[in-house]
């Protein structure tokens, strides 16, 4: 597997001008993974589910959770591995990690889960992580997948605490992806756990929605072609990193897992010094039997020259700028929302929409999808339904700025 890295900046250069001239423009990262399976061989999955099971999951929430899990171990291969943790005052272990060799079996444990008591969400997601370490330290393919409608109420809770933890056994072999259920859950805390964990963060507004999430996790996986991957920047100073990612001690940028047919976007305000060459390395670990540590390197040249100002910019520069920045604006909508100012979230939001319009035909660039966004994010205003706007402006964000929104 070898992804491709292309660079576009928003500007042509314009030739045979002086030296040591320096511009700030938009530069456009554009990494795509090669949709077709590797030929290496591929580690098996190992999954453990840490699933909710306090008071607030009674009823049609914790059932569609017990249908979900069983559609989800009748996908798995016979390499594939499974445990199933819940948690509620306390964790505990359903069944440990093994494979899928009687199905009924498992079907029967799951269909006997009850609800009740509190969230012990920390000690729930310990134990299914616990289970997965062994097999991690030999080279498989580990996550657990922590399902939750509340918010931690027992045991360790604080955000530090516990995207210390996740992120400490991430770099044991382990990721973490979370799914938030329902409008009550700490969306700002399971986001920040899924990134220190390499993993995706899942919103299910409805628990309908569960059997997609826990498909989408699987297929995710087994399209998985890298892992713990990070882009460094030289030559150029980043003055701003549009797509909001963590970064690496290093300076690096992490970003999301490779997945095989993925595309990320990533677009970087920097300030470019003429004469002096970009030069991009993209890093990860390779998801094979191997799972060594593997690089793509790209260097673009920058000529003696400054900007062509009067050159119109790149469209898909453009594009994808937009759809960041409208991201960004979506996480300050979020945060408005939070905060109880709905009168400012919708101000934010139309002006937001006005300057989409005009860019869009500036640029002459299709900004619709946003545009439909915005007004379905107006109309939960209009409702006053003050914790769907946070958790669905902070959906679409997180999907936009980590590549897992294609359009």
Not at 72 to 93: E, G, H, K, W
């Amino acid at each position: 597997m070898k992804p491709s890295i292309t660079a576009q900046f928003s500007r042509p250069f314009n030739a045979f001008l002086p030296d040591q001239h320096s511009d700030t423009l938009d530069l456009l990262v554009r990494i795509a993974v090669p949709a077709t399976e590797p030929s290496t061989a591929r580690q098996p999955i190992d999954l453990a589910l840490a699933i909710d099971v306090s008071g607030s999951m009674n009823g049609l929430p914790l059932h569609l959770a017990k249908a979900a899990t069983k559609q989800l171990i009748a996908q798995l291969t016979p390499a594939d591995r499974i445990a199933l943790v819940t948690f509620s005052n306390q964790a505990s272990i359903v069944f440990p990690l093994q494979p899928v060799q009687d199905a009924a079996h498992l079907a029967g444990l799951i269909d006997g889960l009850v609800s009740r008591g509190s969230t012990a969400l920390y000690d729930g997601w310990q134990a299914a992580a616990n289970l997965l370490l062994p097999g991690a330290l030999q080279g498989r393919q580990a996550r657990t997948v922590l399902l939750t409608d509340g918010r931690a109420n027992v045991g360790p809770r604080e955000p530090h605490v516990l995207t210390t933890h996740f992120g400490a056994t991430q770099l044991q072999g382990v990721s973490s992806s979370t799914v938030g259920l329902g409008l009550r859950y700490d969306e700002q805390l399971l986001e920040a756990l899924a990134g220190a964990g390499d993993g995706n963060y899942h919103f299910a507004e409805r628990p309908d929605e569960l059997t997609g999430i826990f498909d989408t996790e699987l297929l995710g996986l087994r399209a998985t072609l890298g892992k713990r991957v990070s882009l460094g920047l030289q030559g150029v100073q980043v003055k701003d990193a549009l797509n909001d990612l963590p970064r690496l001690s290093t300076g690096r940028s992490a970003l999301p897992p490779l997945r095989a047919g993925q595309t990320l976007d990533l677009v970087y305000r920097v300030e470019v010094k003429a004469g002096t060459p970009l030069r991009l390395r993209l890093a990860w670990d390779d998801v094979s039997v191997d799972g060594e540590r593997r690089s793509e390197k790209l260097t673009v040249e920058v000529p003696t020259a400054p900007l062509d100002s009067n050159a119109p910019e790149q469209a898909e520069v453009v594009q994808a700028r937009e759809r960041l920045l409208v991201a960004r604006a979506q996480r300050e909508v979020a945060r408005l929302a939070d905060a109880g100012d709905l009168s400012g979230a919708s101000v934010l939001l139309s002006g937001l929409r006005n300057r989409l319009m005009v860019e869009g035909m500036r640029s002459g660039i299709n900004l619709q999808k946003e545009l439909v966004q915005i007004a379905e994010l107006e109309q939960r205003l209009r409702r006053r339904d003050q914790t769907g706007v946070s958790k669905v402006a902070r959906k679409r964000a997180y999907d936009v700025t980590t590549g897992r929104d294609p359009s």
